[in-house]
């Protein structure tokens, strides 16, 4: 079957940095994207990797190591409003890339 | 600002009546797949479309559901009957095409069936 799990809360502080993990399992997995969600707004799109390694964003950065099933999302010199929650979503080649998601990551940085 | 338009954005239904919500993807978008996130923020997916046709859809979505893309109109998902474990966001994402790495997202509709 295919799954993504994430711990369901993190906390940092201001200026320094967050990590956010993903596991996942699936049978055709066809690239990983991370999405940020504010409370009652739209998912939006941050990044989205299919090679292993890390993929330098500037103020985000990801991860990926496909043999592990494994990603992370980081964030660095965090401000108050990167507070959010931060979906992880992996494609499935096999079915019409449909993306299966994480239920997010509720990231709180405090002062 | 997104550019996928969900209308209505809140909706309140009592058990077993209907339920229908629509979603006007991003122009130039023949792609649309609709989602489903619970208060627990789980999402599930429900179905998708490439233009008018069907890709995929789940279970439940085949049996108590009906939803539509027709050309030159908003895409429509209804429930039938609605139950109460149907209270969720439900989000319209919208891609240029099948293989694209990324979804546009509509803000959602939120349900709530009393």
């Known amino acids: 079957g295919q799954g993504v799990e994430q711990p369901a809360k993190l906390m940092s502080v201001e200026g320094t940095f967050a990590r956010v993990n993903c596991t996942y399992s699936t049978s055709g997995f066809n690239g990983l994207s991370w999405y940020q969600q504010r409370e009652g707004q739209a998912p939006v799109f941050l990044s989205y990797?299919?090679?292993?390694g890390l993929k330098d964003s500037g103020h985000f950065s990801t991860f990926l190591s496909r043999s592990n099933g494994y990603s992370y999302l980081l964030l660095t010199e965090l401000q108050i409003k990167d507070s959010a929650s931060y979906l992880c979503?992996?494609?499935?080649?096999?079915?019409?890339?449909?993306?299966?998601f994480g239920a997010g990551t509720r990231l709180a940085v405090c002062p | 600002n997104s550019k996928v338009i969900q209308t209505p954005r809140y909706l309140v239904k009592g058990q077993g009546q209907k339920a229908k919500m629509r979603c006007i993807p991003e122009k130039g978008h023949p792609v649309v797949f609709w989602y489903q996130q619970n208060k627990n923020n789980e999402f599930k997916f429900l179905i998708n479309f490439q233009n008018q046709e069907v890709l995929q859809q789940i279970d439940m979505t085949e049996k108590r559901f009906s939803a539509e893309c027709p050309s030159n109109s908003p895409c429509s998902l209804e429930i039938q009957s609605s139950e109460a474990g149907d209270s969720a966001l439900y989000l319209c994402?919208?891609?240029?095409?099948?293989?694209?790495?990324?979804?546009?997202f509509g803000h959602g509709t939120k349900l709530s069936v009393l």
């Open positions: 994402a919208s891609s240029p095409q099948i293989s694209n790495e990324r979804l546009f």
């Open positions: 990797v299919v090679l292993d």
């Open positions: 979503a992996v494609r499935d080649g096999g079915s019409f890339n449909k993306l299966t």
